[in-house]
């Protein structure tokens, strides 16, 4: 059953074609700052915020993180867990994910058996998504005991989306890795989204106008960032992404 936040995405991306998408690290930042960094991402037209990381962090400041965002947007809060300690019951949604390409069962789905009964307690709304590491991976690869896709295989990434769409996950992400190098290639976007029908996400390596126009002319429905915004040039290079994103459609 779609939720009030995943019709809220979908809507979006009809209305508007590809989306982008404000990722906050809790440990890289204060609940203050993170505050901050929501606030000026909205003002540059930003469509949700994430709150998660690759690493480990304390409930509380979680917590905290989440609490502050809410109070200072009025966009939807979802939460982008490593683990069962990444779930706080002050946001909005959370991406229910399972690793595809993890060699360890845990991230496939062990976690997500531990962490389905907070989800219900906390009135989370779930929302089903393939994760997927790709190129280099980055923390998010070595955490979840990924085998990373190699770019120059868009085929593997294919075959492990339409895993994910087969299994009833209803968005897929390919994920560079936070600070990659570079980002998903285009001709590895371009071949999953020809290939499955429910929403393709991409982050990782995105830091330019550019390059986030060529994930989107590529297929890409949501752009996430996270990187970027780290800087203190939050307002900035948001609005260069999202007017890149905004030319597409155009």
Known sequence: MIGPVEKYLLDKISS????HVTLIDPEKV???QASAIARKARASGTSAIMIGGSTFISAKHLDDVVKTVKRAVDLPVILFPNNVTSISRYADAIWFMSLLNSLDPYFIVGAQVLGAPLVKRYHLEPIPLGYIIV???GTAGIVGKAVPIPYDKPELAVA???????LGMRFIYLEAGSGAKKPVSKEMIRAVKKNIAVP????????TRAQALTAASAGADIIVTGNVVENGHVRDKVSEIVEGLRSCKA
Do not use: D, F, K, M
Not at 160 to 166: C, F, R, S, V
């Open 16 to 19: 508007e074609g590809a989306i």
């Open 30 to 32: 204060t609940p203050s």
């Open 135 to 137: 190129g280099e991976g």
């Open 160 to 166: 492990h989306a339409l895993a994910g769409q087969y």
């Open 200 to 207: 393709l996400i991409v982050g990782g390596g995105i830091r």
